[in-house]
């Protein structure tokens, strides 16, 4: 009971760190009014939430091998309730440019030490843990912007209010709570940070091989995924629509998608996510009518967004106890970035002139090409499983 409360509570403080994380991108119009700024300088305060959430992960991967993993998650929470309270009261650009990368830091804190904890907690169901988990994530993603449309009819500062009283209440409760509970003692073996990730230097170059490219792709595509939708003919209310589609359909997907990496072999349903994603890539360039978009969005949300409890349980369940959340630290933090580069080299393209459609299934294209090449070193046991 005491593991279920904590669970719970970890669902909750998730919710709010990609919230935090989010929060941001449909508050730019309001910051350019209230500053005031352009769209460079406002778009600059998105990219310091997640160059926060980068910032850390490797620090945190070695403080795993010295603290106890629950209480770099709490520190998590109490770092995003004082940071979102700074960013709410925030006079100036550089006041809430401070807030929007602290609070962005927090949640690489949190993932890189709740991810481990949670494998640990729950060893015989690390993907259906994972997917709820995930599920939760989601939802922050799906509610960001329509929660922000509700705060700002009395004040902006009122969404990233909730988000500091959310985050405190939260982590005192998980503080309560995990001081009730009797933690495993698995990470209790994680000590040595740089030879916990030098010694399984495969598993987490088989993982960023296999889903690395991929995210890389998937950055660029939803990043633009509105701006894409209104170059097909639609309006920018049904394009906006369609990338809240893409999100709630990640809901499930963390759900099913985690249950199933639990069933069955992980390298495989690895490749087979991303082999899906690709091809269901390049059929969402060739739509043209609105209910073939409607589903075309529906689809790949719902595939991308399997692909991240898959990979969480691929690795939490390979790694060691003597190397988890060292190894998992390194495989976080260069996937994160390799996550953030895909806006910038879409962006990149399009100024040069390629259209969406071209863009897009040329890296549909070759993502699935690099899957093919790796189908046939997983058939000839090339890959650590």
Known sequence: MARSRLFASLCGLVFLVNLARIIFAPLLDVFIAEFPIGEATAGLIVTLAWVGSASLRLPTGWLLTKVPRHYVVIASGAILAVSAAIAATATTLPHLMVGAFFMGMASG?????ANPLLSELYPERIGRVMGIHGAANQLAAVIAAPFVALTVLVDWRLSLWAIAV?????????????????????????????AGALSEWRIIVTALAIVGLA???????????????????????????MLTIVFAAGVPAFYFGGDLADRLPHVPYLL???????????????????????AGSAFIGFVVHMLY?????????????????????VFSSIWMFSQALGSSALGILLERGYAYDTVFSGAALFLGATILVLVLFERTDRLPS
């Open 272 to 294: 087979g996510i991303v082999g899906t994603f690709s091809a269901t890539l390049l059929v969402v360039t060739r739509l043209e009518s609105l209910p073939a978009l409607v």
């Open 215 to 241: 995210v890389f792709v998937w950055q660029g595509v939803f990043n633009f995924y509105e701006l894409y939708m209104q170059s097909k003919g639609l309006s920018d209310r049904a394009a906006g629509a």
């Open 109 to 113: 804190v949190y993932f890189v030490s």
């Open 166 to 194: 959310g985050a405190a209440v939260i982590t005192v409760y998980t503080w309560i709570v995990a001081s009730r509970t009797e933690m495993p003692s698995a990470g209790q073996a994680d000590r040595d940070f740089v």
């Open 309 to 329: 409890p898959a990979v969480d349980t691929y690795l939490l369940d390979t790694l060691s106890d003597s190397t988890r959340g060292s190894a998992y630290a």
